[in-house]
């Protein structure tokens, strides 16, 4: 996978969010996120968990937040990257090595989650847009990507 690869979420809300992901960090990760994203897996699912000031999560199939892809959970893969503004991490349940499909983006530094949870990617581009996904736990409506595409 080259290092300039991207992953492109285009929300409902308007706007599209460009992360880029970050193989020497995460490679599991960013193979799993990679493959979903390909498959069409992201397209259609809801932001189900958006905490003002902290992170919007989203990538679970049935938008409850208890579910993910059909694919086996994934082996943490923490590094030293912080939680910061832009950051995209794995959401995960509370074994260490539950991560599947679900991911959030923070909004605001969760310096926290630091070398709990595993950081894939970073958003270079459309971090206001992140910002605009509508707010709840759960939401009221909630924003979607219609489109996750990876590329260059």
């Not at 605001?108 to 949870?117: I, N, S």
Request: glycine share 12%; aromatic share 8%.
């Amino acid at each position: 996978m080259a290092d300039g690869d991207r992953l492109t979420l285009s929300l409902s809300s308007g706007g599209d969010v460009v992360i880029k992901l970050r193989p020497d960090l995460a490679p599991g990760h960013v193979q799993r996120i990679t493959d979903l994203a390909n498959s069409g897996f992201y397209d259609g699912v809801l932001f189900h968990r958006v905490i003002p000031g902290f992170m919007a999560q989203g990538g679970d199939p049935t938008g409850t937040g208890t579910s993910g892809s059909d694919k086996p959970n994934l082996k943490a893969e923490f590094s030293r990257e912080p939680h910061v503004r832009g950051t995209a991490s794995m959401a995960r349940a509370q074994s260490p090595n539950s991560a599947n499909s679900q991911f959030f983006i923070c909004f605001d530094d969760a310096r926290f989650l630091d070398k709990q949870y595993t950081v894939w990617g970073k958003v270079i581009s459309g971090m206001e847009n992140v910002d605009k996904i509508k707010k709840g736990e759960p939401v009221q409506n909630p924003d979607k990507i219609v489109k996750a595409t990876i590329g260059a």
